[in-house]
Antibody, heavy 119, light 106 residues
């Protein structure tokens, strides 16, 4: 059974940093493209970015609002995905979901971890 | 940037057919996916590659995509289908989500 367990959320001040983790199991993590999607309170889904498998180059792509501030990385030896968030803004407040599937479609989702950016 | 537009809300009576649209420039030239999200839950993929259903998704969910519009159709809508629905497509290497449609079954 595929499981994605998001963690690391919390309260952080504007300008601060936070690192989210996603522990994966039930599939061959090293072969999977992994993504982060977020949802601000009462709002819709917003794609944050993804990291391809190393066999597909291991490269990353990001949404415009987070490019240059957020970094997605992976540790295939630990089946873990990361999202390093720097220079956080109040508008980054959201539930952050780890998700994966067949590279282009998100069949599996974590339960999400809440990030609150507030002074 | 590429935008996907959905109606904010759609209402349907139980047992009737609900149609939710998603509009984008030449969307028919891309694959569209649809996600269902109930309050307090993570999204669930219900349609991918325009019209494919993942394992476990009921046959009453179907999809189509042509021209500038993708459509999610729910036949014989049930009370349990009440949820927010989001379309999604890829623009270059960036995923885009529509703003979401709240489906009310009443």
């Amino acid at each position: 059974e595929v499981q994605l367990v998001d963690s690391g959320g919390g309260l952080v001040k504007p300008g601060g940093s936070l690192r989210l983790s996603c522990a994966a199991s039930g599939f061959t993590f090293s072969n999977a493209w992994m993504s982060w999607v977020r949802q601000a309170p009462g709002k819709g889904l917003e794609w944050v970015g993804h990291i391809k498998s190393k066999t597909d180059g291991g490269t990353t792509d990001y949404a415009a609002p987070v490019k240059g501030r957020f970094t997605i990385s992976r540790d295939d030896s630990k089946n873990t995905l990361f999202l390093q968030m720097n220079s956080l803004k109040t508008e980054d407040t959201a539930v952050y979901y780890c998700t994966t599937g067949d590279n282009w479609n998100y069949f599996y989702w974590g339960r999400g971890t809440l990030v609150t950016v507030s002074s | 940037s590429y935008e996907l537009t959905q109606p904010p809300s759609v209402s349907v009576s139980p047992g009737q057919t609900a149609s939710i649209t998603c509009s984008g420039d030449n969307l028919g030239n891309k694959y569209a996916s649809w996600y269902q999200q109930k309050p307090g839950q993570s999204p669930v993929l219900v349609i991918y590659q325009d019209n494919k259903r993942p394992s476990g998704i009921p046959e009453r969910f179907s999809g189509s995509n042509s021209g500038n519009t993708a459509t999610l159709t729910i036949s014989g809508t049930q009370a349990m289908d009440e949820a927010d629905y989001y379309c999604q497509a890829w623009d270059s290497s960036t995923a885009r989500f529509g703003g979401g449609t709240k489906l009310t079954v009443l």
